[in-house]
Nanobody, 116 residues
């Protein structure tokens, strides 16, 4: 079944950086979709933290603004999330998906852990 595939997570110290990647077949990574990175920490609902429209406009959750940068390479069907100055509120499983009312094609996500 077609899914997004996330990678790049890991263990990092507070203040550290990670770069997440997301790939998908062109059939679900069409250029006209607004794409986003979501995250879900244990006991919390999944939340949208960053989004990028087809034209490049970006928007971020207040908690990550100024620290995270979302980008896309539509020619390669790739989505990225550059995360800097990670803090103890950032650990979660991170997912990519369309930014729509009911996203489909959820992948396994990639775990981000922040610990000294």
């Amino acid at each position: 079944q077609v899914r997004f595939v996330e990678s790049g997570g890991g263990l990092v110290q507070p203040g550290g950086s990670l770069r997440l990647s997301c790939s998908a077949p062109g059939s679900i990574f069409a250029n006209f979709y607004t794409m986003g990175w979501y995250r879900q920490a244990p006991g919390n609902q999944r939340e949208l933290v960053a989004e990028i429209a087809a034209g490049g406009f970006t928007n971020y959750a207040y908690s990550v603004k100024g620290r995270f940068t979302i980008s896309r390479d539509s020619a390669k069907n790739m989505l990225y999330l550059e995360m800097n100055n990670l803090n103890p509120e950032d650990p979660a499983v991170y997912y990519c998906n369309h930014v729509v009312a009911v996203p489909d094609y959820w992948g396994q996500g990639t775990q981000v852990t922040v610990s000294s």
